[in-house]
């Protein structure tokens, strides 16, 4: 790692990357740049990072603070822990530490795991579901799990007439004809002062006006990293989202769906496994046998994995045809009709700067490590830790799974799923669930696979079953259907989801 150009300060301050962050580490960066507080943030049970204030009396009580942590009430977090025995410990983990962009006093702010009375994690917290899913597949197959997100997001503000955009023609829009670039580089550079790896920034397709307001879609992508540092960027870079939104008086939303007909929000997650430095998706110029497995794995286990990724009723007004979102369940190269796509990853394609750029004379040589897969369900709804944390159990599934290369080879598609000519195929496709009721069905059908190696306590599967279940959208869809109003009021009522 660069630390000279890296943009967090904590890195640049102590010349080490944060996985190399000790405790002393965090006290000398805290007496030398007169940080004044310390906030603890943690996941709930509603997907929000939660906050717990300190007020810094002195370096020892600094140095206790970060070492023992504090105790908080499970109950008010989880729906599922009893208020009865409901105790929990926050203990910080150090390489998470970055400076609080939004405090008018010099604060630092670091992301915490839960602990039991007992000093153990907590089995069903998600940061440690998320751990114990990594640490089972690399038992098993010796490999790294690596993730990034795409994260949508619309920004709702009153209409503006000059430079409009075309409604669905926002991709990639440049001022002066999108309005909220400079919120979003802005936003960039506080998540990666945050520690956020970033890859790019752009406008979506989305652009939506009624009325006297208007909603513009934006996307922030992430780099590849190991799959629980992915989650714990997301989770911070969703919160200063928001609070940029707030900053500049201007709604942020993840809401899955706004207005029916207009592109929603997803959070399509991209995976990559590796052994070393070698990607394993990759076999010379071409997607290796171990890919197709993964890619099995996340096929068979698609359906169940909407109850981490799709989470509320609204999930299922952007899971439709048309939208390019996916609602069957099959796989394709570079084909955004499906519910996994493999990107392109720069396989064999080695001249195309020098073609470009005729006088250059140094060469760079890429080996398939940019190959990621795709899968494009999930939405900003997700439940982020245990959305990846089943992510990383399909992968392992499939690579255990016998006919695994037969059953990724047998929903292979080539073509454009939606057009009128495949009605046919579309059909003959296996389907998401249609709601979140469904959506727990399913997690109960393949719960004994979440469960192995004690990766998900069956408190977690138990609630979010429960939560699925509590929204009784068996027939929402049906009962929607050309109701803008009541399309609406479900919109208002998810509006802050996650």
């Known amino acids: 790692m660069d630390v000279e150009m890296n943009p967090n300060r904590l890195v640049r301050f102590l010349g080490k990357p944060p996985e190399e962050f000790t405790k002393r580490d965090i006290i000398r960066f805290v007496e030398e740049n007169g940080i004044e507080m310390v906030n603890f943030r943690y996941v709930g049970g509603d997907g929000r990072l939660k906050m717990l204030n300190f007020v810094i009396n002195s370096k020892e009580d600094l140095d206790m603070l970060l070492s023992v942590g504090e105790r908080v009430d499970g109950s008010s977090l989880f729906s599922y822990i009893d208020a009865a025995s409901s105790d929990l410990y926050v203990i910080p983990r150090y390489k998470t530490a970055y400076v609080n962009p939004f405090t008018s006093r010099p604060t630092l702010d670091l992301l915490c795991s839960y602990y ?10 998600p940061e440690n579901v998320l751990r114990k899913a990594v640490e089972s597949l690399k038992a098993t197959t010796g490999m790294e799990f690596e993730a990034l997100g795409e994260l949508e997001y619309y920004v709702f503000s009153n209409r503006q007439k000059v430079y409009p955009t075309d409604p669905q023609k926002g991709y990639h829009e440049s001022p002066p004809f999108s309005k909220w670039e400079q919120l979003r580089y802005e ?15 752009h406008t979506e397709v989305g652009f939506i006006s009624e009325g006297d307001q208007e909603m513009e879609q934006h996307e922030i992508e992430f780099q590849p990293v190991p799959v629980e540092d992915a989650a714990d960027q997301l989770v911070i870079a969703k919160s200063i989202l928001r609070m ?8 942020i939303s993840y809401a899955p769906k706004i207005v029916v007909g207009h592109a929603g929000s997803g959070l399509h997650i991209h995976t990559r496994l590796t052994r070393g430095e070698q990607n394993v998706l990759v076999e010379g110029d071409h997607l290796s046998d171990t890919a197709r497995k993964v890619i099995a794995g996340y096929l068979r286990l698609a359906k169940s994995i909407t109850a981490f990724g799709n989470t509320i009723p609204l999930s299922y007004l952007r899971l439709v045809p048309h939208q390019e979102a996916p609602t069957n369940i099959c796989w394709g190269d570079r084909n955004r009709s499906t519910l996994v796509r493999v990107p392109l990853g720069w396989l064999g394609v080695n001249d195309m700067v020098r073609h470009a750029n005729p006088q250059e004379t140094s060469d760079f040589v890429t080996q398939g490590e940019k ?6 369900a999930p939405d900003g709804s997700a439940s982020i830790y245990y959305l990846l944390a089943g992510l990383v159990v399909a992968a392992k599934y499939g690579m255990e799974m016998e006919d695994a290369i037969a059953y990724a080879d047998k929903l292979y598609v080539d073509v454009n799923i939606f057009d009128d000519e495949y009605k046919q195929l579309q059909k003959s496709l296996p389907q998401l669930p249609g709601s979140c009721w469904e959506s727990a069905q399913c997690l109960l059908d393949d719960r004994e696979i979440y469960q192995r190696d004690g990766v998900f306590s069956p408190a977690v599967i138990d609630g979010t079953v429960e939560m699925l279940r509590s929204y009784e959208d068996a027939d929402l869809s049906e009962r929607l259907y050309g109701n803008k109003a009541e399309i609406q009021k479900l919109v208002d009522q998810y509006l802050y989801c996650a």
């Open 187 to 201: 936003a960039m550079k506080t998540i990666a002062e945050s520690g956020g790896l970033i890859k790019y920034g």
């Open 371 to 376: 190959q990621t897969i795709e899968f494009r």
């Open 116 to 125: 039991t009375k007992d000093g153990e994690p907590l089995p069903s917290a």
């Open 244 to 251: 940029m939104g707030y900053k500049h008086n201007v709604p």
